[in-house]
T-cell receptor
Framework: GEDVEQSLFLSVREGDSSVINCTYTDSSSTYLYWYKQEPGAGLQLLTYIFSNMDMKQDQRLTVLLNKKDKHLSLRIADTQTGDSAIYFCAERPYNDMRFGAGTRLTVKP | NAGVTQTPKFQVLKTGQSMTLQCAQDMNHNSMYWYRQDPGMGLRLIYYSASEGTTDKGEVPNGYNVSRLNKREFSLRLESAAPSQTSVYFC???????????FGPGTRLTVL
C-alpha cells in the first residue's frame, strides 16, 4: 500500500518492555524516524536510524530495521508511566516526510 | 533558542471566515512545512517550502495558501474556512544533518 502503517493502540504494565511496529513504503528512504507526541504538544524526535543500519540502541530505546520487509520497530525497555504518549514512525523518501497514524501507548501502573 | 513557534494556539472560526496561522523558526533552517493532524490519520502535509522564495503543494493543499515571507517565517492562510478544516495544525522546520524535522506546539482550529 501507499501508507506508512502502525497499529493504533498498545497497552503495557509499568516495568515491561513495549514494542511498537511500523511498516513503511519506500525503500529509497535514507532515514527512518520515531517521533513522540505528548498530550497537547507537538512532535518531538525520539530517535532515527540510517537505512544502512539494522539496529540502533539509545539508552532504553532500541530501533530495529528490516529493509527487506520494510519493517521498523521501536522497543522501549522498562517502560514508565512517563512514556505514555503517541508514537509516530516516519520515512523521508524525498522532500516530504510521511508519517504513520501513530500508536497510542498506555502504561498502566 | 525558541525553536519553532506558532500563533495562535487556539482559534474558533465561523464558516467562510479567513485567517492566517503564523510560524517562525530561529534555527536557520531552509525547509519549512505545514501539516494538519486529524484523529487516526497521522500528519498530512499541506504545503512545504524547500527554501526562501519557494513553496510546493503537499498531500492536502486544497483550501489553503502559504507564504514564505523570509527564511524565518512561513504562514498558512485559510481564505474561506470550512468545517472540514477543523484540525490541529503543525508547523515544522527541517534540519540538515539527519533530515529530521522540528515541530511547533500546534494550533487547534475549530470551524463552526
Amino acid at each position: 500500500g501507499e501508507d506508512v502503517e502502525q497499529s493504533l493502540f498498545l497497552s503495557v504494565r509499568e516495568g515491561d518492555s513495549s514494542v511498537i511496529n511500523c511498516t513503511y513504503t519506500d525503500s529509497s528512504s535514507t532515514y527512518l524516524y520515531w517521533y513522540k507526541q505528548e498530550p497537547g504538544a507537538g512532535l518531538q524526535l525520539l530517535t532515527y536510524i540510517f537505512s544502512n543500519m539494522d539496529m540502533k540502541q539509545d539508552q532504553r530505546l532500541t530501533v530495529l530495521l528490516n529493509k527487506k520487509d520494510k519493517h521498523l520497530s521501536l522497543r522501549i525497555a522498562d517502560t514508565q508511566t512517563g512514556d505514555s504518549a503517541i508514537y509516530f514512525c516516519a520515512e523521508r523518501p524525498y522532500n516530504d516526510m510521511r508519517f504513520g497514524a501513530g500508536t497510542r501507548l498506555t502504561v498502566k501502573p | 533558542n525558541a525553536g519553532v513557534t506558532q500563533t495562535p494556539k487556539f482559534q474558533v472560526l465561523k464558516t467562510g471566515q479567513s485567517m492566517t496561522l503564523q510560524c517562525a523558526q530561529d534555527m536557520n533552517h531552509n525547509s519549512m512545512y505545514w501539516y494538519r493532524q486529524d484523529p487516526g490519520m497521522g500528519l498530512r502535509l499541506i504545503y512545504y517550502s524547500a527554501s526562501e522564495g519557494t513553496t510546493d503543494k503537499g498531500e492536502v493543499p486544497n483550501g489553503y495558501n502559504v507564504s514564505r515571507l523570509n527564511k524565518r517565517e512561513f504562514s498558512l492562510r485559510l481564505e474561506s474556512a470550512a468545517p472540514s478544516q477543523t484540525s490541529v495544525y503543525f508547523c515544522a522546520s527541517g534540519g540538515s544533518i539527519n533530515n529530521e524535522q522540528f515541530f511547533g506546539p500546534g494550533t487547534r482550529l475549530t470551524v463552526l
